[in-house]
């Protein structure tokens, strides 16, 4: 990776160690001490793949709190201040689950999601912190920025077996399209839209229809009666879209190895799949301006 991860360890020097909990309902008990400073980063950690970067990528770009839900037996830096909730995050309903959990507990935060192996990126993360994004979103009168996922990929899968490579990423420059969002009635919803591409549009043979969409509701404030469904979305309407009704509005990446993981993991995919590379791949920069320069996210009127 370009940044200097191992720098990253100094942003919570002297701050108290892990508190564990043994349940999410134990975390949310003592929600005063967990939950009470925010932003709020929420990691799902599925295996032990670039846990530590990911934890210290989010550490450094700006939330307060960062809390990791996984099984007893995985391994977390033991020099970051984070709270760990024992939790099967394996199961189809825990994303939900935790999301709407948590959100309840701590009504007003901004609160984030993502899982392992994902690196959440802004318009001008290089310089900015997080907290000052949220300060202007907030001032803009939203309540959510619009994410939506990049999947980045190895390009020599023999080296990297699982699609993992932190030190030469790669990534599709091109392929995205957006489709107007509807709902049951068929009517267009108003500024929503369903995102494809990436290798979940290239590979979609491999891929369930429920997950091909890269749109995601994963930087929010809670609220009371918004909860988030199985599908990423949230459920005040005004929470799903891109931009505001008078000028376009911040937006978010989140740069994920997880489709690369689940399509090398998969016996029939990974017999079919002999690279992810093609002539649109470009190597990943590990920079928020290489993302605005490529279209693939938007700062709005945050100059």
């Given amino acids: 990776m370009r940044r200097d991860l191992s720098q990253f360890a100094r942003v919570f020097h002297g701050y108290p160690p892990h508190m564990h909990y043994t349940s999410l309902s134990a975390l949310t008990a003592d929600k005063t001490r967990a939950l009470s400073k925010g932003p709020i980063c929420l990691i799902l950690i599925e295996d032990q793949v670039a846990v530590e970067q990911t934890i210290r990528h989010h550490a450094a770009i700006g939330f307060s709190t960062l809390i990791a839900f996984c099984d007893p037996a995985i391994a977390l830096p033991a020099d970051i201040a ?19 959990t948590v959100s309840a507990a701590a009504r007003g935060a901004w609160i984030y999601h993502c899982y392992n192996a994902e690196f959440l990126f802004f318009p001008f993360s290089a310089d900015r912190t997080l907290r000052e994004m949220l300060t202007f979103v907030t001032e803009e009168r939203r309540h959510s920025v ?35 969002r509807r709902d049951a009635a068929g009517a267009v919803l108003d500024r929503q839209v369903d995102i494809c591409g990436g290798l979940r549009w290239r590979f979609q043979d491999h891929v369930p229809p429920a997950s091909r969409r890269l749109d995601r509701a994963a930087l929010f404030r809670a609220a009371k009666g918004v909860v988030l469904g199985p599908d990423h979305r949230l459920s005040d309407p005004e929470y799903n879209t891109y931009a505001c009704p008078w000028h376009h509005s911040v937006t978010a990446a989140i740069c994920s190895f997880r489709a690369a993981k689940a399509l090398r993991r998969n016996p029939g995919s990974r017999d079919a799949i002999a690279t992810f590379h093609w002539s649109k791949s470009v190597r990943f920069t590990w920079q928020a301006q290489q993302l605005l320069d490529l279209g693939m996210m938007e700062p709005g009127q945050w100059f």
């Avoid at 760990?84 to 709407?100: F, G, K, M, S, W």
């Avoid at 932190?166 to 599709?172: G, Q, T």
């Fill in 82 to 100: 984070l709270h760990r909730v024992d939790h099967d995050v394996t199961q189809p309903e825990a994303l939900p689950q935790i999301i709407n």
């Fill in 146 to 180: 619009m994410t939506h996922v990049i999947d980045l990929y190895a390009r020599d899968l023999t080296t990297h077996p699982d699609a993992v490579d932190l030190e030469e990423a790669w990534f599709d420059s091109a392929g995205y399209f957006a489709i107007p």
